[in-house]
């Protein structure tokens, strides 16, 4: 005999796969899920139905058909409810409020000092994600959750922060100090992961099914897809790869190294070129805006920092060969003066792009691929059924 609870998960079951159909593939009819899923008619009509007693999907009119009776089309909605995505950087703080499609309906961004109290930046944190919520309208779900993008190691399964150097924050129980206050449910992850995830289900990745994405700020992570999943490694600490040694006698790095790739090709190392170059600092602003008035020490800088991070991309490359290797965060923002360094490097140095050509893409997502994907944290397990 069947028990009530093996009825109860099959059900659940049969109701994510047809809501993920919806929410990825709509407009669909009730007839094209049934065919897809290899689930029966009634099964699919009773279940869309709840959807939308629950408000998740709607009906938009009728779709085509050659002979008989025309099928009524299905939509997701997107406005059912909304997500919030944090992208914590070094030195800056960007709040997203999206709906359950991640398209944004409010930003919201703040300097961040990382050499200020703990306590003042997770308030600045909390301040921020409620002016986000304030702001969005009602909905039946509500905000089904905080996601959070953090630049350092962090166990996702309990969203410690174990190390984040830049900000010297360890063993950091940030969820739980972010629940407790929010009262909302909370997933933190590293940032690099968040990108990767953004750009994979909503950005220049969705199409493939291995990439690897490279967050270029201050410092350097990297996000892995791996058959359309993240690789975590034993603890969810894989994708380190801004300290791998490039320089084998190089510059100390906070992590402990030395010659780490974060010292060589980040926005840190890019302001560092830039006074080596013209004799007098300045932030990634000004270089970003001097290098389209095409000054040499400007242009110079980038290069210099593109040819270091083609050789990082190089040894990913021949690691792990990704169907697409995606740059994002600031440094993106420098364009084909960042991204043509890279590619010529990489040409040079990758054994495995000379047999296996592997496209190098700016991110599709700019300056919102950290948060969009700190809110795709949210939605990956929000729908992703028992």
């Known amino acids: 005999m069947t028990r009530t609870g093996d009825q109860a998960f099959i059900k659940a079951l049969n109701r994510s796969i047809v809501l993920n159909?919806?929410?990825?593939?709509?407009?669909?009819?009730?007839t094209q899920i049934a065919k897809i899923t290899g689930l029966n008619k009634a099964t699919?009509?009773?279940?869309?139905?709840?959807?939308?007693?629950?408000?998740?999907?709607?009906?938009?009119?009728?779709g085509h058909a050659r002979v008989g009776r025309r099928p009524v089309l299905l939509l997701f909605n997107?406005?059912?409810?909304?997500?919030?995505?944090?992208?914590?950087?070094?030195?800056?703080?960007?709040?997203?409020?999206?709906?359950?499609?991640?398209?944004?309906?409010?930003?919201?961004?703040?300097?961040?000092?990382?050499g200020a109290p703990l306590d003042a930046n997770l308030r600045l944190v909390i301040d921020l994600v409620r002016q986000a919520a304030d702001t969005l309208p009602a909905s039946q779900l509500g905000i089904v959750g905080v996601g959070v993008g953090v630049p350092g190691l962090v166990d996702y399964n309990t969203g410690t922060v174990i190390n984040a150097p830049n900000l010297h924050w360890r063993d950091l129980p940030l969820r739980e100090r972010l629940?407790?206050?929010?009262?909302?449910?909370?997933?933190?992850?590293?940032?690099?992961?968040?990108?990767?995830?953004?750009?994979?289900?909503?950005?220049c990745g969705?199409?493939?099914?291995?990439?690897?994405?490279?967050?270029?700020?201050?410092?350097?992570?990297?996000?892995?897809?791996?058959?359309?999943?993240?690789?975590?490694?034993?603890?969810?600490?894989?994708?380190?790869?801004?300290h791998m040694t490039v320089e084998t006698a190089g510059a100390r790095c906070s992590c402990g190294n030395t010659g780490c790739l974060e010292l060589y090709a980040s926005e840190a190392a890019i302001e560092q070129l830039y006074v080596?170059?013209?004799?007098?600092?300045?932030?990634?602003?000004?270089?970003?805006?001097?290098?389209?008035?095409?000054?040499?020490?400007?242009?110079?800088?980038?290069?210099?920092?593109?040819?270091?991070?083609?050789?990082?991309?190089?040894?990913m490359i021949n690691g792990l060969n990704?169907?697409?290797?995606?740059?994002?965060?600031?440094?993106s923002q420098f364009g084909d003066w960042l991204l043509r360094p890279v590619e010529q490097t990489v040409q040079s140095?990758?054994?495995?792009?000379?047999?296996?050509?592997?496209?190098?893409?700016?991110?599709?997502?700019?300056?919102?691929?950290?948060?969009v994907g700190a809110a795709a944290l949210v939605l990956h397990h929000y729908f992703s059924g028992p």
């Open 21 to 30: 159909l919806i929410r990825t593939q709509s407009p669909i009819s009730r």
């Open 44 to 62: 699919v009509s009773a279940l869309v139905d709840e959807l939308i007693q629950d408000n998740l999907v709607q009906e938009i009119g009728h």
């Open 78 to 114: 997107a406005n059912a409810g909304h997500v919030i995505g944090v992208d914590l950087g070094v030195n800056y703080i960007r709040v997203l409020a999206t709906d359950l499609a991640a398209r944004a309906h409010h930003a919201y961004e703040s300097p961040l000092d990382p």
């Open 179 to 203: 629940e407790h206050e929010l009262q909302m449910p909370v997933f933190v992850d590293n940032e690099a992961n968040a990108g990767a995830l953004g750009e994979k289900l909503f950005g």
């Open 206 to 242: 969705k199409e493939v099914s291995d990439l690897v994405y490279v967050s270029v700020g201050i410092g350097i992570g990297t996000g892995v897809i791996v058959g359309g999943e993240l690789m975590r490694g034993r603890r969810g600490l894989a994708g380190e790869f801004g």
């Open 276 to 315: 080596r170059e013209a004799g007098r600092h300045a932030g990634l602003a000004e270089i970003l805006s001097l290098v389209n008035q095409n000054d040499s020490a400007a242009i110079s800088a980038v290069q210099a920092a593109g040819y270091y991070l083609g050789i990082g991309v190089a040894n």
């Open 322 to 331: 990704p169907s697409m290797v995606v740059i994002g965060n600031r440094v």
């Open 349 to 371: 140095r990758s054994f495995v792009a000379r047999y296996s050509a592997t496209p190098i893409r700016l991110s599709a997502l700019g300056r919102d691929a950290i948060a």
